[in-house]
């Protein structure tokens, strides 16, 4: 089975710090993808990465960066971490044959207080 | 772009009974179609997926059929169950894209 594992599920953070959010699959997928999830909003994709070092902006990239030095690891980055980035952040991944069927973690939940 | 609209929730329904959660969408070409499931605590995992027109999907006792004409991919259940209690969320990709759209989720609770 793939898995995806992320390196929390729940971070405390204060308004202004860096933010690391780690993301592991042990399928070698070549996609990797951020989403953040709220409710009534649904998912919306904050970046993508479909190679290593290679990185593509989503529906809401503003506020995030990412970083894929390792095709197994793909890790979100809060430059300064605001209120408004309270949230539940999903990794998913997928492979070429299938590049369409997705594979999520089981979230971190993140309060920025 | 491409979009996907499904029922709002919450969804409250007894144990046995027929389960319908809506979903249309709109794409460019010819999308894959996906229901994905979200169990409490966990992440999201394809429930059923369906690729071309007419096409079923199938798993766990649920079903959704790809209709092109009405743009649709309603989920269905003939008896649910408690621990089918989850938010379920419809989704597409097209163009032979990695990219995936999902809808807001619709979120099922069974009572017994």
């Known amino acids: 089975d793939v898995k995806v594992t992320q390196s929390s599920r729940y971070l405390v953070k204060r308004t202004g710090e860096k933010v690391f959010l780690e993301c592991v699959q042990d399928m070698d997928h070549e996609n990797m993808f951020w989403y953040r999830q709220d409710p009534g909003l649904g998912l919306r994709l904050i970046y993508f990465s479909y190679d290593v070092k290679m990185k593509e902006k989503g529906d809401i990239p503003e506020g995030y960066s990412v970083s894929r030095e390792k095709k197994e690891r793909f890790s979100l980055i809060l430059e300064s971490a605001s209120t408004n980035q309270t949230s539940m952040y999903l990794c998913?991944?997928?492979?070429?044959?299938?590049?369409?069927?997705?594979?999520f973690g089981a979230g971190t939940r993140l309060s920025v207080l | 772009g491409n979009s996907v609209t499904q029922m709002e929730g919450p969804v409250t329904l007894s144990e046995e009974a027929f389960l319908t959660i809506n979903c249309t969408y709109t794409?460019?070409?010819?999308?894959?179609l996906f229901w994905y499931v979200q169990y409490p605590g966990e992440g999201l995992q394809l429930l059923l997926k369906a690729t071309k027109a007419d096409d079923k999907g199938s798993n766990k006792g649920f079903e959704a059929t790809y209709r092109k004409e009405t743009t649709s991919f309603h989920l269905e259940k003939g008896s649910v169950q408690v621990s089918d209690s989850a938010v379920y969320f419809c989704?597409?990709?097209?163009?032979?894209?990695?990219?995936?759209?999902f809808g807001t989720g619709t979120k099922l609770q069974v009572i017994p």
């Open positions: 998913a991944s997928s492979g070429i044959l299938a590049k369409n069927i997705q594979y």
């Open positions: 794409a460019t070409g010819y999308p894959s």
């Open positions: 989704a597409l990709s097209s163009g032979g894209y990695q990219k995936v759209t």
